[in-house]
């Protein structure tokens, strides 16, 4: 069975992952449904139930768009990936499982939005469709454990650690063994060299936004609906306002400032950050 080195500086993309067997056919995704500041312990508990039965790479994925560039970057990087288990609980909005689902299924448009998800910016600018169709070939199944958002029930099979080892148990055999309904085993490395590339500077929305937003003469109110596109859309409140909507509009009519909204500090949103800065000055 042919194993490969992967990519010298692999894993190119930091995260919130753990880095086990180089050599392993499984990396394991859990969806992060709350701030990352907040993880549940029983999400890092499937994470690390996901490194210690073998995974090559278990981590966790909170957004449709950069965290999943940040997965294909590091699949490529190792051709002896070929399966991913997806687990933890969808979360509403971001929809990350349901568009990396979509994306191995249908890949991207040319928009580089992910074709047949429902997510909110599922675009992945970030990266050259050359690589998203590389992590469409070298994957050949995602085992799909992911519950439904706000699942608590401990023994559902995407919030349980020995059905989580099990999966990766079965992706790693040399014969077809049958794990619920997928047929699994190690088929070996993916036939095409590693490849390595680092995202380099981070865009989440269309250009057209900004040029939207540029218009002379636009309203308040419908600069504040556009500014609300490249805003986080947790209407989690932390900046004081009802809803992210509210914000967006604060924005427009200068009553708000950037800093106010700490979803938005956090480095995955860097890039709307950076665009939202451009739009106000």
Known sequence: MLKVEPAQGYPPEEGRYVRGNDYSPVAVCV???????????????????????GAALSGILQTENTGLE???????ANPNIRH????????????????LLALHQNGVDETKRIVGSR????????????????????????????????????????L?????????????????????????????????????????????QPQ???DQVS???????????????LLPKTNCKECGKPTCLAFAI??????SRLEECPVLQQPEFAGDRQALARLLE
């Open 119 to 158: 997510a909110l910016t599922p675009y992945l600018y970030n990266i050259p469709a050359e690589l998203t169709d590389r992590f469409r070939e070298q994957i050949v199944s995602i085992v799909n454990l992911l519950c439904q958002p706000g699942e608590k029930d401990a023994k559902a099979p995407g």
């Open 160 to 204: 349980n650690p020995k059905v989580i080892e099990k999966a990766v148990w079965s992706c790693y055999q040399e014969k077809p063994v049958a794990f619920m309904d997928y047929t699994l085993y190690d088929m070996g490395a993916y036939a095409e060299p590693a490849i390595y590339h680092k995202i380099v500077s981070i865009l989440n």
């Open 215 to 229: 218009q002379p003469g636009r309203a308040k109110m419908d600069t504040g609906f556009l500014l609300h596109k």
């Open 208 to 210: 057209q936004v900004i």
């Open 70 to 76: 940040k997965i294909i970057c590091n699949i490529a």
């Open 84 to 99: 991913i288990v997806l687990c933890g609980r969808e979360s509403t909005g971001h929809l990350p499982g349901a568009s």
């Open 250 to 255: 604060g924005l427009a009519k200068g009553k």
């Open 31 to 53: 969806i992060l449904d709350t701030f990352d500041f907040a993880i549940p312990p029983e999400l890092n508990g499937l994470v690390m139930s996901g490194v210690d039965s």
